[in-house]
């Protein structure tokens, strides 16, 4: 499967954005999906995830009653609606699958697609 990262932007301070994950090359389900960023000079960082089967949806502690995912099957697509964005939200935003291990490290998951720019200032 290929995955396509868009909707980044420039933003204020309480902006939001919606990014979505469009996935290519696969029928069905892709499974466990999850979002990472990455800010200048900064290790990814888990966002959030959506388990599959039954879309059970968790977040970093940083996002919480912030950040939402949500997936369309119909359309392969995994969604994060951002609200009251914060400039240290700023980051290079990358959508990924899980593959096993830690639902919450960037090791556990693969099929990484380019990632999306996000840009919050105050």
């Known amino acids: 499967v290929q995955l396509q990262a868009s909707g980044g932007g420039s933003v204020m301070t309480g902006d939001s954005l919606r990014l979505s994950c469009a996935a290519f090359?696969?029928?069905?389900?892709?499974?466990?999906m999850g979002w990472f960023r990455q800010a200048p000079g900064k290790e990814r960082a888990f966002v959030a995830g959506?388990?599959?089967?039954?879309?059970?949806?968790y977040y970093a502690d940083f996002v919480k009653g912030r950040f939402t995912i949500s997936r369309d099957n119909a359309k392969n697509t995994v969604y994060l609606q951002m609200n009251s964005l914060k400039p240290e939200d700023t980051a290079v935003y990358y959508c990924a699958t899980y593959s096993s291990g830690n639902y919450y490290t960037a090791n556990s998951f693969r099929s990484w697609g380019p990632g999306t720019l996000v840009t919050v200032s105050s």
């Open positions: 090359g696969r029928t069905g389900s892709t499974g466990t």
């Open positions: 959506i388990v599959w089967p039954g879309d059970i949806t």
